[in-house]
Every structure is written in C-alpha cells, then in structure tokens.
C-alpha cells in the first residue's frame, strides 16, 4: 500500500519504504505518548531510489516547555542511537514526530527545526480530543501518518515535500 502518492508525484522515485509492524509502531507511540509529541529516528539504508526503513527507535522528547506541540532529541540520545544503528550495519534515514489534536502536516516550526537536509521526516496526526471526548489517552487514535522529504541545499533554500510512504507486510 503506498500512502500520500498518485502517479504523478514527482518524488515517487525517492519513497519510503517500511514494514507494516514498523509503520504501526510509529503510530502506536504517538498514541502512548498523547497529549504529547512522540519522537523517534528512522533507521536502515538511503539508496537512489529512497530510503527503506528497517528500525523505527523511540527517543524521549526533551521538549518540556511545550511537550504538547513541540519535540526535541537531545544531542547525547541521538548520537546513541546513532553509533548502536551503525554498530548493526544501519543509517539513519529520518525522523517521526507526533501532532496531537493537529493534522499530519508540517509546520513552519517542524521546517524551522528540521535540518538533516535529504533525510524523511514522518508526521502521524493523533486525535484525542477532538472526536474521543475530553483528553482521553486510553481512547485516542493515530488518523493520518504522511512523510515529507527536507529537501534543498542549505538552511536558506530548505524545503518540505511530500514523500509517499511504501507500507509492505515486511521488509
């Protein structure tokens, strides 16, 4: 199943790839995490046609000043997981995050503070409030999930664009 892509997406040579069971835990950690943002690196390999995504590692979101609608890795997590990804022969290829009670869409914080030029950043929109009730994490879901390739030279010129998402039984 590809998601986010029809057959004039200019980027479906630069998809990505991931096993249903990675997919739903991306998900799935948006919904424990709710009404916070969840964050995580996307783990496997970059190759010309996209990236494939074999690892979806949860990271702890540092962001306490405004966990709801922000999200941080600090340094130290990402630089660990990022030599034990290496240690198994992975890259890392992107990122989530979770909006809660927010579309799957980017926002012009998320192209602020995205700056792993090339690399996937994945948005799964979870809904708590909204449809469930009053703020009710045992009773939210995970709506939408969609991808955006940071794309660009430089800080100057970045840019976010839809990147259609593979979902496959496994990889």
Known sequence: MVLGANRFDRNL?????????KFDAI??????????ECCGVLLGHREEEGSIVLEAW???NIR???????YGI???ELIR?????????????????????HPAEWSKTDLEEAHWIGYSYV????????????????RCRAIETN???LSGTGEEDKRFERQPIEVMADV
């Open 58 to 60: 949860p990271a702890e």
């Open 147 to 149: 991808s955006f390739l």
């Open 74 to 76: 600090s340094a130290q």
């Open 64 to 70: 306490s000043d405004a966990a709801h609608n922000r």
């Open 123 to 138: 948005i799964t929109g979870v809904n708590g409030k909204a449809e469930y009730g009053e703020a009710d994490a045992l």
């Open 81 to 101: 997981i990022q030599q034990q990804a290496r240690g198994g022969g992975l890259d890392i290829v992107g990122f989530y995050h979770s909006h809660p009670d």
């Open 27 to 36: 998900r799935r950690h948006g919904e424990q995490t709710y009404p916070h």
């Open 13 to 21: 040579d630069r998809m990505l790839r991931m096993a249903q069971a």
